[in-house]
């Protein structure tokens, strides 16, 4: 009775290793969990991304509203009797010339 005893405490320590640390264990599906839950999050993403890119397709071969726009935007053209400003912020760093010519040196 005593090595059936021994016996099968030693079949259950041996799964039990298997189970904890072996191939394919509780280890090795946590990561794998980590891993899907990772791959579903940048999946959601790329769908969004996707759909949008779907949906300027569809709007810039249906309306005309969205060529419009890009080619104001891009190419920089404005409508008939329409005047552009173009408003251009100096940076804090950038050096200006005094007023008058150019130094020639």
């Known amino acids: 009775m005593r ?5 099968l405490l030693l079949l259950l320590g041996g799964l039990q290793y298997d189970l ?3 191939k394919n264990g509780l280890s090795d599906y946590r990561e794998l969990s980590t ?4 791959q579903q999050q940048d999946n959601l993403v790329l769908k ?9 397709i569809d709007d810039l071969t249906s ?4 060529i419009e726009e890009l080619s104001r ?17 100096k ?4 050096v200006t010339e005094p ?3 150019p130094y020639d040196d």
Request: net charge negative; charged share 30%.
């Open 35 to 38: 891993a899907i839950e990772r």
């Open 63 to 66: 309306g005309l509203e969205a």
């Open 73 to 89: 935007n891009d190419l920089g053209y404005i409508k008939q009797g329409e005047t552009f400003y173009r408003i251009i912020l």
């Open 3 to 7: 090595l059936l005893t021994l016996i």
């Open 91 to 94: 940076e804090k760093d950038q």
């Open 48 to 56: 969004d991304r996707n759909s949008l890119i779907y949906r300027e």
């Open 99 to 101: 007023d008058g010519a």
């Open 20 to 22: 904890w640390l072996g």
